[in-house]
């Protein structure tokens, strides 16, 4: 699949997405190849930030991908793992306002990266349109220095969805 978008304000962003169900379901391989290019006004950090009213305008742009394969291990299930990389640089073209949002430095450059495990139950019927079956996911993933961040820390996420015929 490819995707893309803009905005009024000049954001704009570009994907290209490509899932693969090889040996008769035994192997899924899936990947994302995106770039982001986003303006806004960042009003700051809590409820008496926005309150205030006052933003500065910022520029984040740069590119994130995601590799994920997953094997058939027994009755539905799925294991494998992901790896997911994202470096934005975030500008402003303003200089911030006394009394207004404050900012970590006129430029910030993010830099993260995740690898981790990922486990699937799949029960549905089809994997675009499903009209009946489970499918649970789980998604953990350890971000740090080793694999390419700037930061460590951990993300665990589930997803838990049941498909129903209708009529």
């Keep these: 699949g490819v995707l893309g978008s803009k905005t009024t304000n000049g954001s704009w962003g570009a994907a290209f997405v490509q899932s693969l169900h090889l040996s008769r379901d035994k192997i899924r391989l899936l990947g994302v190849a995106a770039y982001g290019d986003v303006n806004y006004a960042f009003y700051g950090t809590g409820q008496s930030a926005g309150d205030a009213g006052l933003s500065v305008e910022l520029n984040q742009a740069g590119p994130a991908g995601m590799v994920e394969g997953l094997v058939h291990v027994g009755h539905?299930?799925?294991?494998?793992?992901?790896?997911?990389?994202?470096?934005?640089?975030?500008?402003?073209?303003?200089?911030?306002?006394?009394?207004?949002?404050?900012?970590?430095?006129?430029?910030?450059?993010?830099?993260?990266?995740?690898?981790?495990?990922?486990?699937?139950?799949?029960?549905?019927?089809?994997?675009?349109?499903?009209?009946?079956?489970?499918?649970?996911?789980?998604?953990?993933?350890?971000?740090?220095?080793?694999?390419?961040?700037?930061?460590?820390?951990?993300?665990?996420?589930?997803?838990?969805?049941?498909?129903h015929s209708i009529g």
């Design 76 to 163: 539905r299930w799925y294991a494998g793992a992901r790896y997911l990389a994202l470096h934005m640089t975030v500008t402003s073209p303003e200089i911030p306002i006394p009394g207004g949002p404050t900012l970590p430095g006129v430029h910030a450059d993010i830099r993260t990266a995740s690898l981790g495990p990922r486990v699937d139950f799949d029960s549905r019927d089809n994997p675009f349109y499903a009209t009946r079956g489970t499918q649970l996911q789980t998604i953990i993933g350890f971000y740090g220095e080793g694999i390419g961040g700037h930061r460590s820390y951990q993300s665990y996420q589930g997803a838990l969805n049941r498909y």
